[in-house]
């Protein structure tokens, strides 16, 4: 049977948050952003993403050519509504300090702060500080702080105070031009 309490835990081991960046045409910053909760499951297991979706009531599955599975949600309702269980019931592990960064940012998303090229800056160094992928951090395109600061073009002034998470790397905090608070 499964409980929230069972979904916490599951998710513990199986799930993951991501912040989701891409190039928009449509878009008046020139990006769309998603937070994103995924569990991937492989095709002997679906009955379980299915039970999961059935139970919390929202969220998409999507199979591949191989018969995995994928649980999604990326609504910003429906991560509103994850977040809510996640803060009832915490994750055991490290997981927790992922969940905290993501949940920070669809704060900020939900606020309207990523239609800002202040906010877009301050969602990408959060999102680069999740899960301190090292491969990610040495890549020149949109899933990379310094391609925001480049293609934005953002310039803020010395006295630009953004609250950022004190957990994110020293080396992009050195090169941006923001006073901590």
């Known amino acids: 049977m499964i409980t929230e309490d069972w979904i916490v835990?599951?998710?513990?081991?199986?799930?993951?948050f991501t912040i989701v960046i891409s190039p928009s045409k449509s878009s008046k910053i020139g990006f769309n952003l998603a937070c994103v909760f995924r569990i991937q499951l492989a095709k002997q297991d679906l009955d379980i993403l299915y039970r999961i979706k059935?139970?919390?009531?929202?969220?998409?599955?999507?199979?591949d050519k191989r018969g995995w599975g994928?649980?999604?949600?990326?609504?910003?309702?429906?991560?509103?509504?994850?977040?809510?269980?996640?803060?009832?019931?915490?994750?055991?592990?490290?997981?927790?300090?992922?969940?905290?960064?993501?949940?920070?940012?669809?704060?900020?998303?939900?606020?309207k702060k990523h239609l800002?090229?202040?906010?877009?800056?301050?969602?990408?160094?959060?999102?680069?500080?999740?899960?301190?992928n090292p491969k990610r951090a040495s890549r020149r395109d949109y899933r990379n702080v310094d391609y925001f600061k480049e293609r934005?073009?953002?310039?803020?002034?010395?006295?630009?105070?953004?609250?950022?998470?004190?957990r994110l790397p020293v080396a992009y905090l050195s090169q941006l031009p923001l006073s901590m608070p």
């Open 9 to 16: 835990g599951f998710a513990d081991g199986e799930a993951w």
């Open 54 to 63: 059935d139970f919390l009531g929202y969220g998409h599955i999507w199979i």
């Open 70 to 111: 994928t649980y999604t949600i990326s609504s910003q309702a429906d991560a509103s509504k994850l977040r809510d269980l996640f803060n009832k019931h915490p994750l055991h592990t490290m997981k927790q300090s992922t969940f905290l960064i993501w949940s920070q940012v669809l704060g900020l998303v939900i606020q």
């Open 116 to 132: 800002t090229p202040e906010g877009l800056l301050e969602i990408a160094l959060l999102r680069d500080s999740m899960n301190q």
């Open 152 to 166: 934005i073009k953002i310039s803020l002034p010395q006295s630009s105070e953004i609250a950022l998470n004190p």
